[in-house]
């Protein structure tokens, strides 16, 4: 199938200002963005935060596709924006026409079951990590841009009731896989996207 046959069947327009989808929406299609931006953000205690924008290329929803679970973050259109809307019983029909979307599509599935192998072997060595991984969440929601520079290793222990050592044990852990740094007892977000997820998996691990 080409490019042009996708765009016929499942290409749709938006303005800018359109909400695609909400969070908690029943996932019945998943989106390949041809031209234009989405930004996708989590609500939590009725405050949202934006995890990524979207650019020509990507693709998104893919998740509430596959495992048939609500929409876990809601899509918003910024710029106009053409995109492949495909919906669950068609997504054989279009990777199967579509080679590169398909690859993509794969390997973006591979790398959430890495991230939520790592997810898991950080929970095992320490459920202190899913309080940490809260706290953070909270200092982003009130802090502007991805660092939070008022959270220490030592305000975290404070908050926490944990000793300092314990604390920085689980932010290794976290710098491990990829969320965090720690420069002179500061905490630095550098994937919020990553600490969205780790969020999600915590919750739905049971853990918080």
Same mark, same amino acid.
């Given at each position: 199938?080409?490019?042009?046959?996708?765009?016929?069947?499942?290409?749709?327009?938006?303005?800018?200002?359109?909400?695609?989808?909400?969070?908690?929406?029943?996932?019945?299609?998943?989106?390949?963005?041809?031209?234009?931006?989405?930004? =996708? $953000?989590? /609500?939590?205690?009725?405050?949202? #935060? %934006? !995890?990524?924008? @979207?650019?020509?290329?990507?693709?998104?929803?893919?998740?509430?596709?596959?495992?048939?679970?609500?929409?876990?973050?809601?899509?918003?259109?910024?710029?106009?924006?053409?995109?492949?809307?495909?919906?669950?019983?068609?997504?054989?029909?279009?990777?199967?026409?579509?080679?590169?979307?398909?690859?993509?599509?794969?390997?973006?599935?591979?790398?959430?079951?890495?991230?939520?192998?790592?997810?898991?072997? =950080? $929970?095992? /060595?320490?459920?202190?990590?899913? #309080? %940490? !991984?809260?706290? @953070?969440?909270?200092?982003?929601?009130?802090?502007?841009?991805?660092?939070?520079?008022?959270?220490?290793?030592?305000?975290?222990?404070?908050?926490?009731?944990?000793?300092?050592?314990?604390?920085?044990?689980?932010?290794?852990?976290?710098?491990?896989?990829?969320?965090?740094?720690?420069?002179?007892?500061?905490?630095?977000?550098?994937?919020?996207?990553?600490?969205?997820?780790?969020?999600?998996?915590?919750?739905?691990?049971? /853990?918080?």
């Amino acid at each position: 199938m080409a490019n042009q046959s996708l765009a016929d069947k499942f290409g749709v327009r938006l303005k800018e200002g359109t909400t695609v989808f909400r969070q908690g929406d029943p996932g019945g299609s998943m989106y390949v963005i041809r031209a234009g931006k989405v930004r =996708v $953000l989590k /609500e939590s205690h009725g405050r949202k #935060r %934006v !995890v990524t924008t @979207l650019g020509p290329g990507d693709f998104f929803g893919e998740m509430a596709v596959v495992t048939g679970q609500p929409r876990s973050a809601t899509a918003e259109v910024v710029e106009d924006a053409e995109l492949l809307k495909v919906p669950a019983d068609k997504l054989q029909e279009m990777v199967s026409g579509a080679g590169e979307i398909a690859i993509r599509l794969i390997r973006h599935l591979a790398e959430r079951l890495e991230n939520a192998n790592r997810f898991i072997d =950080v $929970l095992l /060595e320490d459920d202190l990590t899913a #309080r %940490v !991984v809260l706290e @953070l969440q909270e200092a982003l929601q009130s802090a502007d841009g991805s660092a939070a520079p008022d959270v220490t290793d030592k305000g975290l222990a404070l908050k926490l009731g944990v000793g300092k050592n314990d604390v920085r044990g689980a932010l290794r852990r976290l710098t491990r896989v990829g969320v965090l740094e720690v420069s002179s007892g500061f905490v630095l977000i550098k994937d919020e996207a990553r600490l969205a997820a780790f969020l999600d998996f915590v919750r739905n691990s049971g /853990e918080v």
